[in-house]
């Protein structure tokens, strides 16, 4: 196969993820530029989803609890299954401890949506309760669609500055060390975007 066909192998498979693309790219712990069609994450299998965390909407609502986000002082709500609240509930404990931190994921944009992405007709991570959104400084709220990119195979510049900060990048590394993968780490990028993704992180998986 050519590389045109492998990138074409990437959008599609995006549609319609199994399990093994799921676990196919390895999220980054380091803070490089990603290359185009690294999206470690993005490739998500709806069936894994829906019995780790609720088959419908319903479903999921009635797993949800409340989480105190000590970095801004409210609560958030958050799938309990699997473990999801309870390590946010330690990110967030973590982060509080220093204000300048805190300041970055102290406005929520919110966490259970049961909707599909933008642009496609996939299920987010929101629909299941296991992502959230935060408002961060406006140089770094960054998400590839604002940018005016429409596809994977026709990437945006990366903004670099999103790698450039060191108190994002201690944010970012308490929520991977509970975790969470962290959007900003895609080619795609959503910077404002944290999901729990210990699949991706465990030692034993990666
Ligand atoms: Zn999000």
């Known amino acids: 196969m050519g590389g045109v066909d492998s990138n074409a192998a990437f959008t599609t498979r995006l549609k319609n993820a199994s399990i093994a693309d799921q676990l196919s790219q390895t999220y980054p712990l380091d803070f490089a530029i990603p290359k185009q069609y690294k999206d470690a994450g993005r490739l998500r299998n709806d069936a894994f ?5 609720g088959n419908t909407a319903k479903e999921v609502q009635a797993n949800m609890t409340t989480v105190q986000w000590r970095p801004s002082g409210k609560t958030l709500q958050f799938n309990k299954r699997n473990n999801a609240s309870i390590q946010l509930q330690k990110v967030g404990d973590e982060i509080a401890k220093d204000k300048a931190l805190s300041a970055y994921v102290a406005k929520s944009l919110g966490t259970l949506n049961w ?25 770094l709220h960054k998400y590839w669609r604002w940018d005016g990119c429409t596809s994977e195979d026709k990437p945006c510049l ?10 994002l990048n201690q944010v970012v590394k308490i929520f991977e060390k509970h975790g969470f993968i962290w959007g900003g780490k895609w080619a795609s990028y959503d910077s404002p975007h944290f999901e729990y993704r210990p699949e991706l992180l465990i030692k034993e998986c990666r």
Not at 49 to 53: G, Q, R
Not at 158 to 167: G, H, M, S, T
């Open 49 to 53: 989803f829906k019995v780790l965390y």
């Open 115 to 139: 909707r599909m992405i933008a642009g496609t007709n996939r299920l987010s991570s929101h629909s299941f309760g296991v992502a959230v959104d935060f408002h961060l400084p406006k140089h």
């Open 158 to 167: 990366y903004p670099k500055a999103l790698l450039q900060d060191p108190k």
